[in-house]
């Protein structure tokens, strides 16, 4: 069963179009990987389905609601969270505080759930007191997406979290990304590291706003002409 479904979105910025009628779909439980070049239009899809960039047209379902048109605070609250490549964290606040500004619409008891985020993230447990602008950007990764978990959320939408990172580190957070979909989450990864594709279930290739090709991630990595041209090899 579908969590996600993108239908037929075209979206842009004043009048620049930059979708040109998408369509995706994710399952309940999977890893969905978005591939693509630069300017391919990667961000502005994760934007538009979480509510930071209008649709000029289609839809976004999730769960079964419509989400086309709700801003992002009303997103989130339906139970997906958004990681952005950039400005993700608040530089300025310690860790712990950044942790507290991710559970800002629950009204229960959140404290607990911090615990399990540094239980998860271990490298951030010491640094709790640390401002976040002093961390590297492998532990700001991990902060943005801890800050995310906060509300327990179904699915996660993550903006290149591999950018800048150590291989060592890609690995890592790779790894902890399959971690959290065998806990129950569901993940739409945005990439341009085609690593990606070693955790993901599906995987959709785009370039100029448009989809060039879908498939299992196994099928996607034995084909020799996306291979060439989008693959790196």
Request: with cysteine; aromatic share 6%; net charge negative.
């Amino acid at each position: 069963m579908s969590i996600l479904k993108v239908d037929s979105i075209v979206s842009g910025y004043g009048s620049m179009e930059v979708l040109h009628g998408l369509s995706l779909e994710v399952e309940e439980g999977q890893i969905v990987t978005v591939l693509g070049p630069n300017g391919s239009g990667k961000t502005t899809l994760l934007r538009t389905i979480f509510g930071v960039v209008m649709p000029w047209s289609g839809q976004v379902r999730f769960k079964d609601q419509d989400l086309s048109g709700l801003n992002p605070e009303r997103v989130a609250r339906t139970g997906m969270c958004y990681v952005p490549q950039e400005a993700n964290i608040f530089p300025s606040l310690s860790v712990n505080e950044n942790l507290e500004m991710g559970a800002f619409i629950r009204t229960d008891d959140w404290q607990p759930r911090i615990e399990e985020i540094y239980e998860f993230f271990p490298a951030l447990t010491e640094r709790r007191n640390s401002r976040a602008g002093e961390l590297s950007g492998g532990m700001r990764q991990m902060l943005a997406i801890g800050r995310a978990l906060m509300l327990n959320p179904q699915m996660l939408l993550l903006d290149e979290p591999s950018t800048g990172l150590a291989p060592f580190l890609v690995d890592h957070i790779f790894e902890r990304i399959r971690t959290l979909n065998e806990q129950g989450v569901s993940v739409l990864l945005v990439e341009q590291n085609a690593q990606a594709l070693q955790c993901a279930h599906k995987a959709y290739i785009i370039e100029g706003g448009e989809k060039k090709a879908e498939g299992s991630s196994e099928e996607l990595l034995k084909d020799e002409e996306i291979g060439r041209h989008y693959l790196g090899r």
